[in-house]
């Protein structure tokens, strides 16, 4: 038509597709896929390790999981940088998914010390992979390309599709390599860690697919980068495994660094004109509302999956009953059937003009996040003899915690890029990952009051309701926090000044 501007083909762009959509999508797809089998595999098994292996009590697993899941999101700050200025997407994603799998195989040595030095291989490798893949699958695209969004979505659905399997066949392999009763879960790392290297080998194939994405920088080619970057991880690791044993330290660190982020925000905010100041003390609001919203969710793979071990009457079909670690999948599995439902319910509400704001869908999420404890909680009154209720409690939890994570997670991720000054838009990033690094170290804290008290709990009813006494507070603020910015969220929205 004569209003269209014709655009010239362009074969980094415009190669053979596969469903509509660049080939290099499906090779990030199962290479992503892989990546998260290993890293939600290993996270399923990981505090009950602790506990089966080095005989250590609830609490010191707990804070062990929340120390890791912390330093995992903390250092996924800087795994951009690197690439952008050192190693390339594509050296750096290599390099990534051969450390984690070293850390991997580091902890089948059953002794702490080598499972804390794995524990802190994995953080750095982590680090190097998990921000750059999805870099490279945005270049795939041409900018305004409407195939994006799309793109975006096969992705993801790639992610939860390897967190849906890796607790079931992490798990599984540890019960038959153990014996009966008694899981071997060196053996569920063991998988965890072929299953990285089996996507470091899919995306090292499919390169060519990929139209020149993710190379190294101009003038950074060669190998001397690349032992630049192995010089810095055999640095980083030490830290790591130090702050990983020294949960003082690691309190310090992680605190440190948030209020710094804050202050230094706070800073911008002050010298900024009124309109972007305002928008500037929302993303504060918002980045508060991250953290406490993952400190609640971000008990599943701690005091959750103690509890589904230990209080939760299994879901049993014939001879088969449903392992506790399994749960871990339950989330994964409500993402990928509610997914596009959301998406198609946002846009269903926009155009009727009822979309809720995202001071809105932030307050959603925590209310829905603080129900789903609630929830959890009301079985305690029905639970038997041994401290045990129905499997459908739990399940239900994680139904009602899927909703609340598909209001605040992709909504969080799009409100920085959208809310952050254009100067300082790397750093805000940094801070909504470093919002969910100190939620997940508070997770870790709770998980810890829990096994505290279920260590001094005389019986098992008791243990059960140690439960309600340390979820009771957080399902209040998280609760109370929720209700507000849900009430003052048309004025909150004021002073975002356009931004949606």
């Known amino acids: 038509m004569a209003n269209e501007t014709a655009i010239a083909p362009d074969p980094q762009f415009d190669g053979p597709t596969i469903l509509g959509h660049p080939r290099g999508l499906y090779v990030l797809f199962f290479a992503e896929l892989w990546e998260r089998f290993c890293f939600y595999g290993m996270r399923a098994l990981l505090a009950l390790y602790v ?4 005989h ?19 250092l ?3 795994g951009g940088t690197i690439a952008d200025r050192v190693l390339g997407y594509r050296r750096s994603i290599v390099v990534g998914g051969i450390v984690m799998g070293a850390g991997l195989f580091l902890m089948m040595v059953p002794v702490e010390d080598m499972f804390i030095l794995g524990l802190a291989t994995i953080v750095v490798g982590n680090g ?3 921000p750059n893949i999805s870099t490279i699958v945005g270049k795939l695209y041409r900018p305004g390309d409407a195939r994006r969004d799309g793109g975006f979505t096969i992705f993801y659905m790639g992610i939860n599709l390897g967190a849906l399997l890796a607790p079931i066949a992490c798990e599984w392999v540890s019960r038959a390599m153990g014996p009966e009763g008694n899981p071997d879960y060196r053996y569920g790392f063991m998988l965890a860690g072929i299953g990285v290297l089996l996507g470091v ?9 990929l139209q020149g994405q993710g190379k190294a920088p101009a003038g950074k080619e060669g190998m001397m980068p690349v032992i630049q970057v192995l010089v810095g991880i055999a640095v980083v690791i030490p830290l790591a495994y130090f702050l990983l044993g020294h949960n003082e330290w690691m309190r310090t660190v992680i605190l440190g660094l948030s209020a710094l982020m804050a202050l230094y925000l706070v800073s911008i905010a002050l010298k900024s004109s009124r309109e972007l100041r305002q928008q500037m003390f929302v993303l504060l609001l918002l980045l508060g509302c991250s953290t406490i919203f993952w400190m609640c969710f971000e008990q599943a793979g701690n005091s959750l ?18 392992p506790g670690p399994w749960f871990q999948s339950v989330n994964s599995l409500f993402i990928v059937l509610l997914g596009p439902i959301f998406a198609a319910l946002w846009v269903w509400l926009d155009q009727r003009g009822r979309n809720p704001s995202i001071p809105a869908k932030f307050g959603i999420a925590l209310v829905l996040v603080a129900l789903g404890l609630a929830f959890l909680m009301a079985s305690f009154p029905g639970a038997d003899a041994a401290g045990k209720v129905s499997w459908f409690w739990l399940a239900g ?4 915690h899927t909703n609340g994570e598909l209001c605040l997670s992709p909504v969080g991720l799009s409100a920085m890029t959208k809310l952050a000054p254009a100067r300082i ?7 909504w990952f470093l919002s969910i690094a100190l939620g997940n170290y508070l997770a870790g804290m709770v998980g810890s009051d829990i096994g505290r008290l279920r260590e001094a709990a005389a019986d098992p009813l008791a243990k059960l309701q140690v439960h309600s006494q340390v979820f009771m507070p957080v399902v209040y603020t998280a609760l109370a926090v929720g209700i507000a910015m849900f009430l003052l969220s048309r004025w909150i929205n004021k002073w975002m000044h356009g931004v949606k």
């Open 51 to 54: 506990v089966a292996q080095f």
């Open 56 to 74: 250590k009590p609830q609490e010191q697993a707990s804070i062990r999981y929340g120390a890791f899941t912390a330093l995992v999101y903390a």
């Open 76 to 78: 996924g700050i800087f």
């Open 128 to 130: 190097l992979f998990k």
């Open 201 to 209: 080998v899919v995306f090292g194939a499919g390169g060519g697919l």
């Open 305 to 322: 999956n103690f509890f589904a071990e230990n209080h939760v009457n299994p879901l049993n079909v014939g001879r088969w009953s449903m």
């Open 397 to 400: 939890l994680y139904f009602i």
């Open 425 to 431: 838009g790397g750093m805000v990033m940094g801070a």
